[in-house]
């Protein structure tokens, strides 16, 4: 087919050539039903088919790719296909390039075709072109100005099918999204606050976290218990907690030294975490009946321990966060109780931030803490979670706490 450079101005052709009306009603009236994008462009095929007498009809879409155009066709009412062509046919290029009618007389071989150019927001997008038998009529002025006001809304129906894909694209992320946040959810443990010297709450910032927490009884009556923050948020960040949660509870039951823990810890998620994620994460065991702990950390924020007579002790990492070096060295520490209480919890908490403020901090931390001491540890963390959650403090990460009472074993005796 040679192409002879007939090209048609649309803004010409709008004024120039007569519009069948009652055909372009019935073809846009089609698209008034929702449709995905495969079935917006069949039902385009098909009505151009159909009303300007061709025998085949062709949708080119344009991609950025070395492939160039991606096509549909169809003959007739038959259901498109696709396959990838170059952007060597001079029609097609002088049709996007000008964003003009095309058209071109036989060749001997196929019958005579036009081209229209399909522009979704005013942006090159598609070019629709109906060839007809051989030895047929040209298009003359009416197919080509009826053609081109098919093409015009074609674009406002790929429009809003492009939409519909993003809205549905968004209810399968939202709906991916809140079933990972309530398998998170069923990953923490469940035990009423108040009814147990471990408490433990998780805040997530966006729908599902990256931080974790999990505490349970061992066979000789000592509690394990852990808290974890993975770098990042977002899906991948969830990923890696749930991984390194459910590694957790399954080595914590059958190795009781936290140093040997987070080593193991360490090397599985080293192996498999992607590049540049890790997890920050303190686990160790604690013994009601003696009142002592005994725990390792792994490049977390220091845990606090809260003496009876308010005096307030730290513990910083000596080792760097899981995932980062094939092999760490930990130690694990004791610490005597004596019915003091143990703080745990993420940078998410210490981050709060009250207006255009400082951050809290810890220091900001243990005077809330205090001037809650008159409750019960769970309640108080219960009253310093509601105080921060009042208006002007404002939360910018994944917020988690972990808290041990060792008087609560003693007042339920």
């Given at each position: ?352 931030r009250y207006g255009q403020g400082e951050q809290l901090g810890v220091d900001g931390l243990i005077q809330m803490i205090e001037s809650l001491s008159p409750l019960p540890m769970a309640e108080r963390i219960d009253a310093l979670l509601g105080e921060l959650n009042q208006e002007g403090w404002s939360l910018r990460d994944d917020l988690t706490v972990l808290a041990i009472d060792d008087a609560w074993v003693k007042?339920?005796?």
């Amino acid at each position: 087919m040679h192409a002879t450079n007939a090209l048609f101005p649309i803004t010409q052709l709008s004024r120039e050539a007569p519009c069948d009306a009652e055909i372009l009603a019935s073809y846009c009236q089609e698209f008034t039903v929702e449709r995905d994008l495969p079935a917006t462009l069949n039902t385009a095929l098909e009505g151009m088919v159909r009303n300007l007498g061709a025998e085949i009809a062709e949708i080119f879409l344009w991609r950025e790719s070395p492939s160039g155009f991606v096509f549909k066709t169809s003959r007739g009412r038959s259901v498109p296909r696709q396959r990838k062509i170059q952007v060597d046919d001079p029609m097609l290029a002088h049709c996007i390039e000008q964003r003009t009618i095309v058209c071109d007389a036989e060749d001997g071989t196929t019958g005579p075709s036009v081209c229209a150019p399909i522009l979704p927001l005013g942006e090159p997008y598609a070019v629709a072109r109906l060839t007809r038998n051989a030895g047929a009529a040209l298009f003359d002025a009416r197919d080509q100005a009826l053609l081109q006001a098919m093409a015009n809304a074609t674009a406002l129906a790929i429009t809003n099918a492009q939409l519909k894909e993003t809205v549905d694209d968004q209810k399968d992320t939202t709906r991916d999204l809140e079933f990972a946040a309530e398998i998170q959810r069923h990953l923490l443990p469940n035990v009423a606050s108040g009814t147990y010297p471990v408490f433990g709450f998780n805040r997530p910032i966006r729908q599902v976290s990256g931080d974790f927490f999990d505490f349970f009884t061992l066979p000789d009556g000592r509690i394990a218990f852990a808290l974890g923050d993975v770098s990042g948020k977002g899906m991948n960040a969830a990923l890696l907690m749930a991984k390194a949660a459910s590694l957790y509870r399954c080595l914590g039951k059958t190795i009781f030294h936290p140093a040997e823990i987070l080593q193991r810890l360490n090397h599985e998620i080293h192996e498999t975490a992607s590049r540049g994620m890790f997890v920050t994460m303190v686990a160790g065991t604690y013994d009601p009946v003696a009142g002592c702990l005994e725990f390792a950390n792994a490049g977390h924020e220091p845990p606090l321990l809260r003496a009876p007579d308010h005096r307030y002790e730290s513990f910083p990492a000596d080792a760097p966060p899981l995932g980062i070096l094939p092999e760490i060295s930990l130690s694990t520490r004791r610490v005597e109780m004596g019915g003091g209480e143990f703080y745990i919890f993420s940078d998410g908490l210490t981050e709060f931030r009250y207006g255009q403020g400082e951050q809290l901090g810890v220091d900001g931390l243990i005077q809330m803490i205090e001037s809650l001491s008159p409750l019960p540890m769970a309640e108080r963390i219960d009253a310093l979670l509601g105080e921060l959650n009042q208006e002007g403090w404002s939360l910018r990460d994944d917020l988690t706490v972990l808290a041990i009472d060792d008087a609560w074993v003693k007042n339920h005796d």
